[in-house]
């Protein structure tokens, strides 16, 4: 009897489980009669691209952060050459309706559904995660009690900094990295991201200097620099920023060059690539961007051991690289990239005796500091830099603060500023004492990740070189830095790592 009784389940299961396919293909069909083809095309799209997301959720991560480097939802603009190509395939949306924010919210609930199945927390005792999240709040806070309505700048023809919302910015800058350091733990995963990344940069910088060079895709402003509406990374249009993008490109494939055996053919190719970098950053004509790739080059040559093979692998470069410059980059892109601002009598951009690009820059700072004690503590509130000084400058200017400490200064106040130093100070530390403990790199090496950390730590660094001359610590690839940072720290951390000074 209690056999029957059991053959007697397995026959219900197995029914139930036939009525399944059933149930679905008439739900479908009933779906393809009310919203017609192309929108029953959409949703059959859509629910294999959801599946494959939760199954492979760190391909999803990946997703976002190529659409968030590429394009930033509503924010539009008639792009051409390959970023054109590109965009013109990514699905744009609008409003809050774009493919990144249902992407993002998917995500965040299948971050809920493991973190309620395992009870997994560790990504929240992230350092670096918790330190951002910080950030985000101050600033969302910020914002909250400025007391600023944008119905008053739009009045005044201004916009914030910000392509959208900029606290909702911020706060969505903030879950990508929390998603980023919650599905992204195996080295593959990593490796993929970074290439991924890498890969990026190549293109952009690829396409920004081949507007420097035909002139297609350039913008106003850009003049002969390179940039503009051809490159792939959206906020690389300005020159400054592009030739970061470069110098981050050059940075991973000279380390990951240095950490392996190549194969003759690989390292020319790897030559190559370093080369377009640096060649971009020169037909970006920005002395910033040039400072920042000089103090880039001396950090990397002289960060550690690297024997002889190293240094005429780097004269190599040097050379070639000289040569190259001298053929292809125009003179006058030469001549602005060589003046010291505000000194040479030859710089197109002064208005008179001692005037120019330092001068602007000084003349800029101390509006900043005028800005900032508004509110000292908290600042003046994400993206509202344009419209108050607008009104604080006596010359009605509006132009961005083109330096990352004085925006977070005056936007966020003296705590926010203070929460992005220790940021960066514990994040390079963490990677530093990592670097110096022979059995994290032995580790590191073993995963095939060993050039990443080291790598990682020099990107953190030109960053806060860039950031001297440059609105950065809002972009994408900000985060994207600190989240491959918060991976390989919470990997590598609880191993014995004395600091051993590099």
């Not at 990593?190 to 200097?209: E, H, K, Q």
């Not at 200017?397 to 925006?407: D, I, T």
Request: with cysteine.
């Amino acid at each position: 009897m209690p056999d029957a009784t059991l053959r007697g389940s397995a026959v219900d299961s197995v029914d139930r489980v036939g009525l399944l396919p059933l149930l679905a293909l008439l739900g479908l069909a009933a779906v393809s009669v009310v919203a017609g083809p192309e929108s029953f095309t959409l949703l059959l799209v859509g629910m294999a691209g959801a599946m494959v997301v939760a199954v492979r959720p760190h391909w999803g991560v990946a997703i976002i952060f190529f659409l968030l480097m590429v394009q930033y939802g509503s924010r539009r603009y008639e792009r051409v050459g390959v970023a054109g190509d590109v965009s013109s395939f990514v699905p744009q949306g609008s409003g809050l309706l774009t493919i990144n924010n249902i992407l993002g919210l998917f995500l965040a609930l299948l971050l809920v559904y493991h973190v309620y199945r395992e009870g997994d927390w560790s990504f929240l005792k992230n350092r670096i995660v918790r330190l951002m999240l910080a950030i985000t709040a101050v600033y969302v806070f910020s914002g909250l009690i400025s007391g600023i309505d944008y119905a008053d700048q739009a009045a005044l023809g201004l916009q914030a900094t910000s392509a959208q919302d900029p606290s909702r910015q911020l706060i969505s800058r903030a879950l990508f990295l929390v998603l980023f350091v919650f599905f992204l733990r195996k080295p593959r995963d990593l490796r993929m991201m970074v290439i991924l990344f890498v890969g990026l940069c190549i293109v952009t910088a690829w396409t920004g200097s081949d507007a420097a060079l035909t002139g297609a895709g350039r913008l106003s402003e850009s003049e002969y620099r390179a940039g503009g509406l051809d490159v792939l990374i959206q906020s690389t249009k300005n020159p400054n920023r592009l030739a970061l993008i470069a110098t981050l490109g050059l940075v991973y494939i000279w380390e990951y060059s240095q950490a392996h055996q190549l194969q003759h053919w690989r390292r020319w190719l790897a030559m190559t690539g370093i080369l377009l970098m640096i060649v971009t950053v020169f037909l970006t004509a920005s002395r910033g961007g040039l400072i920042g790739l000089v103090a880039t080059g001396l950090i990397l040559f002289a960060r550690r051991r690297g024997g002889a093979s190293r240094f005429v692998y780097a004269l190599a470069i040097i050379g070639v690289g000289a040569i190259v410059i001298q053929e292809v980059v125009p003179e006058q892109v030469m001549e602005r990239i060589t003046n010291i601002p505000g000194l040479s009598r030859t710089d197109e951009y002064a208005n008179g005796a001692g005037e120019g690009s330092t001068a602007r820059r000084e003349y800029t700072y101390g509006i900043g500091i005028q800005i900032w004690k508004k509110a000292p503590l908290v600042g003046i509130g994400p993206g509202n830099w344009p419209y108050v000084r607008f009104i604080t400058d006596p010359l009605r200017s509006a132009a961005v603060a083109h330096n990352s400490y004085l925006a977070a200064l005056a936007e966020g106040g003296i705590i926010t500023l203070t929460l992005y130093l220790v940021l960066f100070y514990t994040t390079i530390r963490d990677l530093l004492r990592c670097e110096g403990a022979q059995r994290i790199m032995a580790r590191a090496r073993s995963e095939g990740l060993d050039w990443l950390l080291v790598g990682t730590r020099m990107c953190l660094l030109a960053l806060l070189v860039f950031s001297v001359f440059s609105d950065l610590w809002d972009l994408v690839f900000t985060y994207f830095l600190f989240g491959v940072a918060a991976v390989l720290i919470e990997r590598y951390r609880p191993m014995p790592a004395p600091l051993v000074a590099a």
